[in-house]
Protein backbone atom coordinates (compact mmCIF):
# COMPACT_ATOMS: atom_id res chain seq x y z
CA UNK A 1 0.00 0.00 0.00
CA UNK A 2 1.31 3.49 -0.98
CA UNK A 3 1.10 6.56 0.57
CA UNK A 4 -1.71 7.95 -1.16
CA UNK A 5 -3.81 4.41 -0.33
CA UNK A 6 -3.62 5.13 3.15
CA UNK A 7 -4.64 8.57 2.76
CA UNK A 8 -7.61 7.50 1.10
CA UNK A 9 -8.44 5.28 4.21
CA UNK A 10 -7.97 7.97 6.42
CA UNK A 11 -9.81 10.29 4.62
CA UNK A 12 -12.75 7.73 4.43
CA UNK A 13 -12.63 7.47 8.62
CA UNK A 14 -12.41 11.35 8.85
CA UNK A 15 -15.77 11.64 6.89
CA UNK A 16 -16.77 8.86 9.30
CA UNK A 17 -16.47 10.91 12.18
CA UNK A 18 -17.82 14.06 10.47
CA UNK A 19 -20.87 12.11 10.24
CA UNK A 20 -21.02 10.48 13.88
CA UNK A 21 -20.45 14.77 14.69
CA UNK A 22 -23.66 15.47 12.81
CA UNK A 23 -25.42 12.74 14.55
CA UNK A 24 -24.82 13.87 17.90
CA UNK A 25 -25.69 17.42 16.92
CA UNK A 26 -28.68 16.69 15.52
CA UNK A 27 -29.56 14.82 18.65
CA UNK A 28 -28.74 17.21 20.75
CA UNK A 29 -31.28 19.34 19.20
CA UNK A 30 -33.93 16.85 19.74
CA UNK A 31 -33.85 16.51 23.20
CA UNK A 32 -35.59 17.91 25.44
CA UNK A 33 -33.11 17.30 28.77
CA UNK A 34 -30.84 19.72 29.27
CA UNK A 35 -28.07 17.28 30.61
CA UNK A 36 -28.85 15.23 27.83
CA UNK A 37 -28.49 17.90 25.03
CA UNK A 38 -25.39 18.64 27.14
CA UNK A 39 -24.33 15.14 26.70
CA UNK A 40 -24.73 15.12 23.05
CA UNK A 41 -23.39 18.10 21.87
CA UNK A 42 -20.37 16.65 24.44
CA UNK A 43 -20.42 13.32 22.20
CA UNK A 44 -20.42 15.76 18.87
CA UNK A 45 -17.23 17.56 20.33
CA UNK A 46 -15.41 14.06 20.92
CA UNK A 47 -15.98 13.24 17.66
CA UNK A 48 -14.65 16.38 16.20
CA UNK A 49 -11.47 15.88 18.15
CA UNK A 50 -11.47 12.03 16.62
CA UNK A 51 -11.11 13.94 13.10
CA UNK A 52 -8.72 16.38 14.29
CA UNK A 53 -6.83 13.30 15.15
CA UNK A 54 -7.15 11.58 12.03
CA UNK A 55 -6.62 14.25 10.35
CA UNK A 56 -3.28 15.14 12.17
CA UNK A 57 -2.36 11.29 11.10
CA UNK A 58 -3.32 12.37 7.26
CA UNK A 59 -0.93 15.27 7.30
CA UNK A 60 1.75 13.52 8.51
CA UNK A 61 2.25 11.55 5.73
CA UNK A 62 3.54 8.50 7.59
CA UNK A 63 2.18 5.47 7.82
CA UNK A 64 1.76 3.38 10.96
CA UNK A 65 -0.11 1.97 14.45
CA UNK A 66 -1.35 4.75 16.18
CA UNK A 67 -4.15 3.04 18.10
CA UNK A 68 -3.56 0.59 20.84
CA UNK A 69 -5.58 -2.95 21.12
CA UNK A 70 -7.78 -1.89 24.43
CA UNK A 71 -9.80 -4.43 25.66
CA UNK A 72 -13.37 -4.78 24.54
CA UNK A 73 -15.95 -5.76 27.41
CA UNK A 74 -18.80 -6.39 25.08
CA UNK A 75 -20.95 -4.75 26.88
CA UNK A 76 -22.85 -2.92 23.72
CA UNK A 77 -22.95 -6.16 22.27
CA UNK A 78 -25.40 -7.79 25.03
CA UNK A 79 -28.33 -4.84 23.88
CA UNK A 80 -30.01 -3.34 21.24
CA UNK A 81 -29.51 0.40 20.21
CA UNK A 82 -32.31 2.42 21.84
CA UNK A 83 -34.72 4.59 19.80
CA UNK A 84 -33.12 8.33 19.94
CA UNK A 85 -36.25 10.41 21.62
CA UNK A 86 -36.44 13.62 22.65
CA UNK A 87 -37.16 12.03 26.66
CA UNK A 88 -34.40 9.26 26.89
CA UNK A 89 -32.72 8.81 29.82
CA UNK A 90 -29.10 8.94 30.82
CA UNK A 91 -28.19 5.68 30.18
CA UNK A 92 -30.12 5.38 27.13
CA UNK A 93 -28.37 8.12 25.36
CA UNK A 94 -25.13 6.47 26.50
CA UNK A 95 -26.48 3.03 25.14
CA UNK A 96 -27.24 5.05 22.18
CA UNK A 97 -23.87 6.06 21.87
CA UNK A 98 -21.94 2.95 22.28
CA UNK A 99 -23.90 1.38 19.88
CA UNK A 100 -23.22 3.76 17.39
CA UNK A 101 -19.40 3.44 18.47
CA UNK A 102 -19.99 -0.68 18.10
CA UNK A 103 -21.40 -0.23 14.52
CA UNK A 104 -17.70 1.77 13.81
CA UNK A 105 -15.70 -0.73 15.22
CA UNK A 106 -17.59 -3.73 13.51
CA UNK A 107 -17.14 -1.75 9.71
CA UNK A 108 -13.93 -1.23 9.89
CA UNK A 109 -13.87 -5.02 11.22
CA UNK A 110 -15.27 -5.85 7.91
CA UNK A 111 -13.42 -3.91 6.27
CA UNK A 112 -10.07 -5.60 7.10
CA UNK A 113 -11.98 -8.88 6.79
CA UNK A 114 -12.44 -8.15 3.47
CA UNK A 115 -9.37 -6.29 2.44
CA UNK A 116 -6.41 -9.04 0.19
CA UNK A 117 -4.16 -6.04 1.18
CA UNK A 118 -2.31 -6.72 4.32
CA UNK A 119 -1.05 -3.39 4.93
CA UNK A 120 -4.77 -1.86 3.95
CA UNK A 121 -6.38 -4.92 6.44
CA UNK A 122 -3.60 -3.45 9.26
CA UNK A 123 -4.77 0.46 9.04
CA UNK A 124 -8.85 -0.78 8.78
CA UNK A 125 -8.09 -2.83 12.44
CA UNK A 126 -5.94 0.11 13.86
CA UNK A 127 -9.33 2.30 12.88
CA UNK A 128 -11.05 -0.75 14.64
CA UNK A 129 -8.76 -0.37 17.80
CA UNK A 130 -9.71 3.13 17.84
CA UNK A 131 -12.96 3.03 17.74
CA UNK A 132 -13.16 0.17 19.98
CA UNK A 133 -11.36 2.57 22.61
CA UNK A 134 -14.49 5.31 21.79
CA UNK A 135 -16.84 2.12 22.42
CA UNK A 136 -15.16 1.23 25.61
CA UNK A 137 -15.48 4.68 27.28
CA UNK A 138 -19.21 4.90 26.23
CA UNK A 139 -19.53 1.23 27.97
CA UNK A 140 -17.61 2.64 31.21
CA UNK A 141 -20.19 5.31 31.60
CA UNK A 142 -23.52 3.49 31.02
CA UNK A 143 -22.33 0.86 33.41
CA UNK A 144 -21.66 4.10 35.98
CA UNK A 145 -25.33 5.40 35.15
CA UNK A 146 -27.04 2.51 34.09
CA UNK A 147 -25.79 0.22 37.07
CA UNK A 148 -25.01 2.80 40.10
CA UNK A 149 -24.98 -0.63 42.44
CA UNK A 150 -21.86 -1.64 41.00
CA UNK A 151 -19.95 1.11 42.12
Not at 33 to 50: I, S, Y
Not at 94 to 103: G, H, I, T
Request: glycine share 4%.
Amino acid sequence: MNLSEYKDVIKFAMANEVGAQKFYADAAEKLRNPALKKMFTQFAEEEKRHREILKEIYVSNAIGDYFNGETDHKVSETMDAPELSMDMKPADAFALAMKKEEEAMVQYTTLADECPDADKKKVFLDLAAMERGHKRKMEDAFVDVGYPEVW
